[in-house]
């Protein structure tokens, strides 16, 4: 056996995590979840803006070489 008790409080300490600790690892999943839909969110405003300076690149192109635009 070891010092502080040996397997049979790893085991025991290992078990009042798990139940103490579900709730945790819930938010933590939320947290996550959270974290994941933000990413997404600025991916989508990026996307949007470069569409946008896209749209105002041809825009200019057209003013100033009088092109027809299509």
């Known amino acids: 056996m070891t010092r502080g008790g040996?397997?049979?409080?790893?085991?025991?300490a290992r078990n009042l995590e798990?139940?103490?600790c579900g709730k945790e690892r819930e938010s933590?999943?939320?947290r996550e979840r959270e974290i994941e839909r933000e990413?997404?969110?600025r991916e989508r405003e990026r996307e949007r803006g470069e569409r946008e300076r896209e749209r105002e690149r041809k825009r200019e192109t057209w003013y100033t070489t009088g092109e027809v635009r299509r």
Not at 6 to 12: D, L, T, V
């Open 28 to 30: 933590e999943r939320e």
């Open 6 to 12: 040996g397997w049979g409080e790893a085991y025991g």
């Open 39 to 41: 990413r997404r969110e």
């Open 18 to 20: 798990s139940v103490s």
